[in-house]
């Protein structure tokens, strides 16, 4: 297998983490706790009210007018993509591919299964947020933001289960040049 290069942060984790952390305490300060996984429903209920409003009328979650509104956490999300997007090139860290080496590490680089096993996850991972009401963001970043109780096992039990999800889908360490 081919070793990847990849290039030097331009800051190390610590202090990224650091500089992230201050700045979820000041977003929680300024608006309150934030929250992704939410926008989603709101969007949902958007269009279900143009496309089947009878159905989203008479629906508990999709009827409340609370989720009919875009506000500040719609941008939030666009703004969360765009800079991530930003940031990525900016370190010249983006590059268009179908597949990474740990996919292809694990699971012999099959484009279709790497975009199927991300729509299952994708519908996971949001299925678990509105069951749980409220996504990883809003619980573990807000919650501890906020110096909340509750992160302390939201955030063990996210840890948990992501690591070990990770050593199930990805058992194999592919080779990476540093």
Known sequence: MEEIKVPKAPLPWWAAGLILGLIQVLAVYVKGPLGVSTQFVILDSIVMHKAAPEYAQNHPLLSQE???????????????????????????????????????????????????????????????ARLAHGCTSGGFASGWAQLSLNAVPMTIGLFSFGMLTAWLVYPKTPNIEK
Do not use: C, E, H, P
């Open 66 to 128: 609370k989720n009919r509104k875009i506000g500040y956490g719609f941008w939030l999300d666009v703004g969360i993509v765009l800079g991530a997007f930003t940031a990525a090139v900016l370190v010249k860290r983006w590059k268009l591919q179908t597949s990474t080496v740990w996919w292809k590490t694990n699971r012999n680089g099959s484009l279709f299964g790497r975009f199927f096993a991300g729509f299952i996850g994708g519908i996971f991972i949001l299925l678990g």
